[in-house]
């Protein structure tokens, strides 16, 4: 099958960006909890000694979740190593984001807002461990049961696009939300990848130009 004009892979943003940012200090070993929508994220070994899990649980439990996703972020997320596939942090987010139960709404909705926040405090850097995120980010612009989860969706998917070089926008996203329009995908969701495609077209128009076949 013809590709999406990828001269960059994702691999190679990973490890650029993992060169740019070494690690001063061993990352903790981190599991995650089989309960997402009750007992969210587990974490163990983590310095200092209050836990990532709590300051989580703070997030879901909070009746500002925006400013409790902020505070969660700016404590626990200061390097952009807490994204790091060993520190379980972003493998934690996805759970969250793929459940699908009414039960699950305001868990993926603390989800969404935690990674505007991490977008928001490391940018670019952060564009390795979270674009992977899109798809599911893009499902949940339909969310049945909440209309604070689509419209955080929405946030988080135009916070993943702005941090995204050009030829990231064109190798990393594009073929993410082609993908999304699909004819078993909802309508929000078609709007959601046409508009993120829309806004690359109109930031980066040389290099969507060169994927118009694809598109």
């Not at 596939?85 to 305001?106: N, R, T, Y």
């Not at 899109?134 to 929405?154: E, F, R």
């Amino acid at each position: 099958a013809r590709g999406f004009c990828l001269p960059l892979s994702e691999r190679f943003l990973f490890s650029f960006f993992c060169s740019s940012h070494p690690r001063e200090h061993p990352l903790p070993t981190n599991i995650m909890s089989d309960k997402a929508s009750t007992s969210s994220v587990t974490f163990t070994d983590l310095t200092p000694a209050a836990g990532v899990n709590q300051a989580f649980d703070a997030v879901l439990t909070a009746t500002d979740r925006v400013d409790a996703a902020k505070t969660f972020v700016d404590s626990q997320c200061s390097h952009v190593s807490s994204l790091s596939p060993s520190s379980g942090l972003v493998s934690a987010v996805e759970k969250l984001l793929s459940s699908s139960d009414k039960k699950g709404a305001a868990s993926r909705e603390a989800a969404l807002l935690v990674v505007c926040e991490l977008l928001a405090k490391h940018q670019m850097a952060a564009s390795p461990y979270l674009s992977s995120l899109l798809p599911a980010i893009l499902t949940l612009m339909a969310d049945k049961h909440s209309k604070h989860v689509q419209n955080a969706a929405v946030k988080a998917g135009t916070a993943i696009v702005d941090v995204l070089g050009p030829v990231a926008k064109r190798g990393v996203a594009v073929e993410k939300l082609v993908g999304a329009i699909d004819v078993s995908a909802k309508w929000q969701t078609h709007a959601g990848a046409v508009n993120l495609i829309t806004k690359i077209a109109a930031e980066a128009p040389q290099e969507i130009g060169s994927c118009m076949p694809d598109l």
